[in-house]
């Protein structure tokens, strides 16, 4: 049986519906069937789903106890994962599959069946990983493996499968499941065949992806499986691999050996005004996920915002912040990027957001062009401080320094004059001058005179209520109007994302952070210092950039 066949006639004859994304992958895989770089084996996926559904059972309420019935979506997506193979080796296509389903679907279910199925049906000496971003996490994914082990006499045998503290493993053929995360002491040395990521949305960075995938190094025909509901964790690790099969998905970039499947609603509007559209993202809607939870929850979300913003995100797989930021996750999104020779020669308006220790430096320039606000930021951190950072920030600053988007000072604080040096570079390589640079005149007298010696013309910038309110309601309307283009820096997204508003009784407001100061906005406040310089020179920067 080709069940990717049989799921994508039903999705034709409208029995079955999906979101575009999920829609433009199946037509593509369907297309490949007949592609004769790949030949189709259904004897992988049909050995794993008859394995599941003859020896696993349900560990929890309403169905504990009960045989695991594979849905076809589940059977589709296996046979679909290990079917496809290359005509001139023989070997398996897929080396890494991402599933993006809404919750309660019945997903660490079906990771569990996955890797009990690896783990009686691999060849010898592997190790079979669950994985998630903390111990806990990865924990809930290990024991229900192991609930559900023993609820199969046939499988909990002695001869066949034990467990100690550390792991499953098999008396017979030496294979073991274990649980990784980002918590654990030791990164290396597994032997990892397959390996299942669990709840990926909450993973800042790729240190368990990358592990696991180095392991995988010397396997013929590895395979990572990553399962995970939205999250609302910025340009963290989720958010960068979704970047990037989506542009696999619309043929930007050419990778035949990750399969996206993608349970995701086309529109918010969907949600509320047609209810039929839920199974987009809920493909289990009806079956395991019960339909009067959903009516029940979409009722209060349409009065508290709270509440919607969890349901969007987290039952429709829509990006949401959380509750309180000033911006939602649409608003602030824009992954246009541009060439910065696209701006050379070209007058700007500059914004600084200093600070000596603890928080991000950041500076940046606004240029206008085309009616569009393009920015063009950079950040600057003390060497001795990144780990920390990282750790307390759950933030992959360690990534974003290996990209350039961050310049490291030595020690732990500070040194504005690599500041000055980056304008300088912008002016120099670039011909990008700022012809008024705002700051705020905390902490940095020193720079500005430094500053003002090499010609710039420094503007004071106050962080108060009264000076910011104007400038930040005005970015938050280009924002949404999409008239920001900010390269998709991911720590300036952060930053916003990060940001939230406090207002006082005349409606004015203020960044602010989001009561924890472990939250960075000094990207989003150096924008808005910008914004507030702009709209004093307005008249002037446009007649002398015309």
């Known amino acids: 049986m080709n069940y990717l066949k049989q799921y994508y006639d039903e999705i034709e004859l409208g029995k079955i519906k999906v979101g575009n ?262 493909p289990s809607l009806g079956r395991v996920k019960a339909i009067s939870y959903l009516e029940d929850i979409m009722n209060k979300s349409k009065n508290d915002l709270s509440t919607r913003v969890t349901m969007l995100c987290k039952d429709f797989n829509i990006k949401q912040l959380e509750s309180g930021t000033w911006l939602s996750f649409d608003d602030l999104n824009n992954e246009t990027t541009f060439d910065i020779e696209f701006l050379r020669d070209s007058y700007a308006i500059g914004g600084v957001d200093l600070s000596s220790t603890t928080d991000l430096t950041c500076a940046l320039l606004l240029v206008i062009k085309e009616g569009k606000k393009y920015i063009v930021p950079h950040f600057f951190m003390p060497s001795e401080v990144v780990q920390k950072r990282i750790q307390e920030d759950s933030a992959p600053y360690d990534l ?31 011909g990008i001058r700022p012809l008024w640079i705002g700051y705020d005149p905390w902490n940095a007298q020193y720079w500005v005179n430094e500053m003002e010696e090499h010609g710039f013309n420094m503007e004071k910038i106050r962080q108060g209520i009264f000076t910011l309110s104007e400038p930040m309601k005005q970015l938050e309307a280009d924002l949404k109007n999409k008239g920001v283009i900010y390269d998709n820096n991911p720590i300036l997204k952060w930053c916003l994302a990060n940001t939230q508003a406090k207002v006082d009784v005349n409606g004015n407001i203020q960044p602010s952070k989001m009561n924890s100061k472990y939250k960075r906005i000094d990207g989003c406040v150096a924008l808005i210092i910008a914004y507030a310089v702009l709209n004093r020179y307005k008249n002037d920067y446009t007649n002398m950039s015309s």
Not at 146 to 167: C, D, G, P, Y
Not at 414 to 430: A, C, K, P
């Open 21 to 282: 994304e999920l829609k433009a992958v199946l037509d593509s895989l369907i297309s490949d069937l007949d592609n004769p770089k790949y030949y189709f084996d259904e004897k992988p996926g049909e050995l794993r789903i008859n394995f599941i559904e003859t020896f696993c059972k349900h560990t929890k309420s309403p169905f504990n106890g009960q045989p695991f019935v594979l849905e076809l979506w589940e059977k589709a997506f296996l046979q679909t994962a290990y079917g496809f193979k290359y005509s001139e080796t023989g070997l398996r296509r897929f080396t890494e599959a991402l599933l993006l389903i809404a919750r309660k679907n019945g997903k660490t279910t079906f990771v569990a069946g996955i890797d009990l199925a690896e783990f009686f049906l691999s060849s010898g000496g592997v190790d079979i990983i669950c994985a998630s971003n903390t111990n806990d996490q990865a924990s809930i994914l290990f024991e229900e493996i192991n609930n559900m082990r023993e609820q199969s006499k046939a499988l909990s045998k002695e001869n066949r499968s034990r467990k100690n503290l550390f792991f499953i493993y098999s008396p017979r053929n030496k294979n073991k499941i274990k649980k990784l995360s980002a918590q654990s002491r030791n990164l290396d040395g597994y032997n990892v065949e397959i390996a299942c990521i669990d709840e990926a949305h909450q993973m800042s960075d790729s240190k368990v992806y990358d592990a696991i995938k180095q392991s995988q190094s010397t396997k013929r025909e590895p395979l990572m499986f990553i399962i995970t509901t939205e999250g609302n964790v910025v340009s963290g690790f989720l958010d960068r691999k979704l970047e990037y099969v989506r542009k696999v998905i619309k043929g930007e970039i050419e990778d035949d050996r990750i399969l996206p499947w993608l349970y995701t609603q086309d529109s918010t509007e969907e949600v509320y005004n047609d209810k039929s559209s839920w199974v987009k993202s809920n």
């Open 400 to 430: 974003w320094i290996k990209r350039g988007l961050i310049t490291l000072t030595d020690g732990s604080q500070n040194d504005f004059t690599i500041v000055t040096e980056w304008f300088l570079q912008m002016v120099r390589e670039y």
